[in-house]
């Protein structure tokens, strides 16, 4: 499975950005896809994921209420649109896929997509 993550750019905050995560190759395979952000000197963090076929989706504390996930199982992708962007939201953004059925906690991805900066000005 290969992901292409795009969509980020510079935002005021208070704005909106929509991220697409396309992936192609065994999609078949897929389970769940999450989105995950990583900021200047801190350690990734997991932002919000969504199973494939059901689309259940869970989001992390910081960005409950402002980010939405969804999918286009058609397409082959995954969104995160995200809105109320604050300058704490600065990072990379980065698209996983995983194979594994999800139970609802911690979750092991087996594949990875590149990042997309997304930069929210104050």
């Known amino acids: 499975v290969q992901l292409q993550a795009s969509g980020g750019g510079l935002v005021q905050a208070g704005g909106s950005l929509r991220l697409s995560c396309a992936a192609s190759g065994r999609t078949v395979s897929m389970n769940v896809m999450g989105w995950f952000r990583q900021a200047p000197g801190k350690e990734r963090e997991w932002i919000s994921a969504i199973t494939w076929r059901g689309g259940s989706a869970r989001y992390a504390d910081a960005v409950k209420d402002r980010f939405t996930i969804s999918r286009d199982n058609a397409k082959n992708t995954v969104y995160l649109q995200m809105n109320s962007l604050k300058p704490e939201d600065t990072a990379v953004y980065s698209c996983?896929?995983?194979?594994?059925?999800?139970?609802?906690?911690?979750?092991?991805?087996?594949?990875w997509g590149q990042g997309t900066l997304v930069t929210v000005s104050s």
């Open positions: 996983a896929a995983g194979t594994r059925t999800w139970y609802g906690g911690n979750y092991t991805y087996d594949y």
